[in-house]
């Protein structure tokens, strides 16, 4: 009980009043503050029993973990990187790590680190879609599109994931992909103002200015008073040339 914890306590603290580089007794004092809840007293003599030294090899891997918890990201990387070095294979370990660099947009980091997960477990969402939008941000386009495909033969009515697969399509000017997808999302989820208003855009870009029109109109019904759709059917009608 917390008795027990207050005696080895003040045993490891006489310890290093006597020697204040006892690394290991830092490491057991750090311990038992993290087990009474003590996070901060904990991180204090996590962090002296790495400068010492200490003989324990899974200290990196508490002291990171505590310090991820407490949502420190940046100051838990370090400490689980170097645990990575010991146990390369711990999937405890890289799910942390692809969380922290996911958060901090350590894109290429947070690549290799779901990759190496989804090895294990290849039909894993979230790992996907973390290593997709990874990919994206550093314009790995076509790796990226590979990817959400595989979302996709998991789970075939994922609608958001049509739509970055058409927004994707759009920015490499594949009109016609981006069509298809748009449409397919809106089959799955009933659309949204701005999906459509997206799908009208790409009808546009592939010079099909009547399905452009309808696709506007549709994202106008979701909100009438919206001037860049009022301006983007006027453009469309100019087009057609349907305004007399």
Do not use: W
């Not at 790992?127 to 790796?143: D, G, K, W």
């Not at 009515?157 to 000017?173: S, T």
């Amino acid at each position: 009980g917390l008795n027990k914890y207050n005696f080895a306590l003040d045993a490891f603290k006489k310890t290093i009043l006597i020697d204040q580089l006892y690394a290991d007794a830092h490491y057991y004092i750090a311990i038992i503050n993290e087990s009474i809840f003590k996070y901060d007293l904990a991180i204090i003599h996590y962090k002296k029993a790495k400068q010492y030294g200490t003989k324990f090899e899974d200290l990196n891997f508490r002291y990171g973990t505590l310090l991820y918890t407490m949502e420190r990201y940046q100051d838990a990387m370090n400490p689980l990187k170097d645990y990575l070095f010991i146990d390369p294979e711990n999937i405890d370990l890289l799910i942390m790590l692809g969380d922290i660099f996911f958060i901090e947009s350590r894109y290429s980091e947070s690549i290799d680190t779901y990759k190496r997960l989804l090895y294990d477990d290849p039909d894993n969402i979230d790992y996907n879609q973390r290593l997709a939008f990874s990919l994206y941000q550093l314009e790995l386009y076509n790796e990226c599109i590979q990817v959400y495909n595989n979302i996709l033969s998991i789970n075939t009515d994922d609608a958001n994931v049509m739509i970055q697969l058409a927004a994707i399509h759009y920015e490499l000017k594949n009109y016609i992909k981006s069509i298809n997808y748009y449409n397919n999302s809106i089959e799955c989820s009933g659309g949204s103002k701005e999906i459509f208003y997206s799908l009208a855009l790409s009808y546009v870009e592939n010079r099909d200015f009547l399905q452009a029109l309808i696709a506007f109109k549709r994202a106008s019904s979701f909100d009438p008073e919206d001037q860049l759709i009022q301006f983007q059917i006027g453009i469309t009608l100019t087009e057609l040339e349907l305004f007399n």
